[in-house]
């Protein structure tokens, strides 16, 4: 796994909110392919780290290199190519409220493959919307669809541009088990059938054992313990253990 | 005898002094601290009116956004409006009557509604009641956008929420408003001329005429002017409150609350200027 390509590379990332700093000197890589889950307690700078990579958050200090290109120094029109590739579901899901289902599928459809034809752009809504399992929800408006639901709409918005990262933001908050399960599997489908490397943020340490290839714990804005879930599994760590109970 | 001791005396005295300079202190930054973060929200609110002229000139302009903007300011504030415009003419001529009819200048009743309309009420009370319906409607609506995180998942759509949110929200506010404004003005003039016909009896045309006889080109363009100002006003401030709003639910209905209050708060403020530099002329 180590002789693969690094697709983002993080370097002394850091990051404060006024007096308290959320991220102190974070380093770490994803690479090609594979499935890194970022643990944490809530408040130790998780969400803020891939909000920081597709610059939706402006960092302090350090590098994030995205495809080779440092994202906190590259123009607005660069950062947008950059973002072109990158998947980002949201804790919330996101969903365009003023926006049926179909719409919500359009919308960055759209904007960043222009050329596709009408055909081309039903094809592939039909083809997002079987993938996560909801092909009755088109003419839906996100009001109407369940919590679950909303997740899987947000997700299809997501892969519809094909992008090459996903990063998720605790895909699996708020979900009843069995759902949470459902979304777990459809993470490692999507990684299948896209080829994507995702970075998957969560404290849910059963959707981080059926998703991640790799898993970093962050801790007081520090990265605490790096390694393979079954790593994790056998820590005699307090704090890690405490995930597994 | 016991011994005098300044030091003994000194302390206390120290003590309070050192309490007092510590308090005007903490009271001195805590007031540089206020001028600093009112400096810094003149600042953000300037560069917000900047962005916004950089994105409605450059490429791509959301035209179909700014329609579908323009038929929701527009057509779905003309009942509200329809309403106040005519009650604002029929209530103003019923006021009035007695006063002149005591001058025995009832004639005049026709042009001087018409003028106090087109000048001054028609934009003002509109653009009051546009801030209050259009304005908390954007804060409202892109606050909750805000807070949802659906404005940051445009942006990593790389779509750029200014050009697509805030440039078609505010130009279709500065279109619509003046339009509203004129409409208002109109059919103030039907009430009053509804008004009039509650205890006398003049024809439309009459007066129609009447009314016009003493509006001239002065009165209409002035007034056409500061309601364009009056509608950018009301959507920059319902966008920049909404846009930047915090990111609890509770910044919602405070983004929402403060676009109506700040709004009409320079509604009036540009009216008084307006009416100065009218004045000058």
């Not at chain 1, 990063?167 to 088990?177: I, N, Q, R, S, V």
Request: with cysteine; charged share 20%.
């Amino acid at each position: 796994m180590t002789n693969r390509k690094s697709v983002i590379e993080i370097e002394n990332l850091s990051k404060s909110f006024g007096n308290q700093m959320v991220l102190k000197n974070i380093s770490l890589k994803l690479l090609n392919g594979e499935n890194l889950a970022v643990l944490g307690k809530s408040g130790t700078g998780k969400s803020v780290l891939i909000k920081c990579i597709v610059g939706l958050l402006k960092s302090d200090g350090g590098t994030i290199n995205v495809f080779e290109k440092n994202v906190t120094s590259i123009s607005r029109q660069e950062l947008g190519e950059i973002r072109m590739k990158i998947g980002f579901l949201f804790q919330s899901g996101a969903l365009y409220d003023s926006m049926t289902v179909k719409q919500n599928l359009e919308f960055p459809l759209r904007r960043i493959k222009r050329d596709l034809s009408e055909i081309e752009i039903k094809e592939k809504i039909n083809e997002v919307l079987e993938q996560v399992g909801l092909a009755e929800a088109l003419d839906k408006m996100p009001s109407q669809l369940s919590g679950g639901m909303r997740k899987r709409i947000s997700l299809a918005r997501t892969i519809i541009v094909d992008p090459m990262i996903m990063l998720y933001d605790e895909p699996t908050t708020g979900l009843d088990p069995a759902t949470s399960d459902e979304i777990s599997t459809l993470i490692n489908d999507i990684q299948k059938r896209y080829k994507t490397s995702s970075i998957i943020i969560t404290h849910d340490i059963r959707c981080a054992q059926k998703t991640a290839d790799r898993v970093i714990m962050l801790n007081d804005g520090t990265v605490y313990q790096e390694g393979k879930i079954e790593d994790f599994e056998k820590s005699a760590d307090p704090l890690i253990k405490s995930f597994f109970i | 005898m016991k011994k005098f001791s300044p030091a003994i005396k000194l302390t206390p005295l120290l003590r309070d002094a050192t309490k007092v300079t510590l308090k005007i202190s903490e009271k001195a930054i805590a007031k540089k601290e206020q001028v600093s973060n009112f400096m810094t929200d003149i600042a953000d609110v300037f560069l917000f009116i900047l962005r916004i002229f950089k994105e409605t000139f450059s490429r791509n302009f959301e035209f179909r956004e700014f329609f579908y903007q323009c038929y929701k300011i527009g057509y779905k504030t003309l009942p509200l409006i329809s309403i106040t415009g005519a009650i604002m003419g029929l209530v103003l001529t019923i006021q009035s009557r007695p006063t002149l009819a005591n001058f025995g200048a009832v004639s005049l009743l026709p042009g001087m509604v018409a003028v106090s309309l087109i000048r001054e009420m028609g934009p003002v009370i509109t653009a009051l009641i546009c801030a209050g319906k259009i304005g908390s409607g954007m804060g409202a609506e892109l606050g909750s956008m805000r807070v949802t995180e659906q404005i940051d998942a445009m942006e990593v759509s790389s779509t750029n929420p200014m050009k697509f949110l805030v440039v078609p929200r505010v130009l279709a506010a500065t279109v619509m408003i003046p339009i509203l404004i004129l409409y208002a003005d109109a059919l103030g003039i039907l009430g009053s001329w509804a008004g009039a016909n509650i205890k006398g009896d003049v024809t439309f045309g009459l007066f129609f005429r009447q009314a016009f006889r003493y509006v001239d080109f002065v009165d209409f363009l002035p007034a056409v002017i500061k309601s364009v100002f009056f509608g950018a006003v009301i959507g920059i401030v319902g966008c920049y409150k909404g846009y930047n709003a915090g990111r609890g639910t509770e910044s919602v209905g405070v983004a929402a609350n403060s676009a109506v209050v700040i709004g009409s708060l320079l509604v009036i403020i540009m009216d008084m200027i307006a009416v100065q530099i009218t004045d000058m002329l």
